[in-house]
């Protein structure tokens, strides 16, 4: 560890926003890197959700980011503070992009390094799925280990390394039904990054008519050279449809 990392610890420790944990060997929970790790190579389940919502205002979501927060820690998750975001074209401009985030949060399925392991606690699906209905959020993502049949876990094997490592089921689901959403738009994703990255998913969710317009007719204008191209045009088409379908209610 360097100096600079050291300050940003102690940084972290002194404003009460600290992510540390109690025990030393998961003081680096804070880093997305550390999570999607630990949910790739162990099958830890996971949620991602956002608290922004529509007409709330700047200081309105960011207070119900803030309140969100507790809930998850006095619930006795662990969570990691995620962006989900899209590239807006700024105006006058045909090659600059804006960034546009949304503060949101990766939640794991593990036990609090600051919480009595002897505590119950309700299942992360549950205490998931009343936070996004309290916020009114239309979505939220779960990941949670694949079972077989018999109730065991499954395994895939990494393309990469060749490793087998536990399957997990990433999917969005409705805070008003508690279902996975069976739309194109919501999954499901293959891992954790196409989760957090997908630039459709986080612009349905923060109701950007105007982006995905513009996505769709980007799409409509990309031309596939091979047979893969054209399905994955062919679903991000679907997707995007989808999408402002769903927005127009």
């Known amino acids: ?3 600079s990392q050291l300050k940003n610890l102690i940084s972290e420790a002194l404003n009460g926003e600290s992510m540390l944990l109690a025990k030393p060997e998961l003081v680096t929970e804070a880093s997305f890197a550390r999570a999607k790790k630990q949910i790739e190579q162990d099958g830890v389940e996971f949620v991602m959700i956002s608290a922004f ?6 200081v309105g979501n960011r207070a119900q980011h803030k309140q969100m927060k507790t809930e998850f820690k006095l619930a006795g998750y662990p969570f990691v503070e995620m962006l989900g975001g899209y590239l807006e074209d700024v105006p006058d401009s045909t090659y600059l992009k804006n960034e546009v985030t949304e503060p949101s949060l990766l ?6 390094g600051d919480r009595d ?9 549950q205490v998931a799925l009343k936070i996004a209905r309290k916020y009114e959020q239309d979505s939220f993502i779960y990941g949670g280990p694949v079972v077989t049949a018999d109730g ?4 895939k094997n990494d393309p990469t390394t ?8 990433i999917k969005a689901y409705s805070p008003r039904t508690g279902q996975e959403i069976n739309e194109p738009w919501a999954g499901p994703w293959n891992n954790l990054t196409t ?5 459709i998913y986080w612009s349905v969710i923060a109701g950007k008519r105007g982006k995905l317009s513009e996505q769709l007719e980007r799409y409509k204008k990309f031309r596939p050279v091979s047979r893969e191209t ?20």
Do not use: C, T, W
Not at 117 to 125: K, Q
């Open 195 to 199: 989760a957090k990255e997908d630039d």
């Open 152 to 155: 065991a876990p499954a395994f």
């Open 53 to 58: 919502r529509g007409g709330k205002g700047h």
């Open 162 to 169: 060749g490793d087998l490592k536990p399957a997990v089921s």
């Open 1 to 3: 560890m360097d100096l």
């Open 117 to 125: 392991p002897s505590l119950e606690r309700e299942g992360l699906f």
């Open 230 to 249: 054209a399905m994955r045009k062919d679903h991000y088409l679907k997707s995007i449809k989808s999408g402002l379908k769903r927005l127009q209610y």
């Open 107 to 112: 939640v794991l399925g593990q036990q609090r």
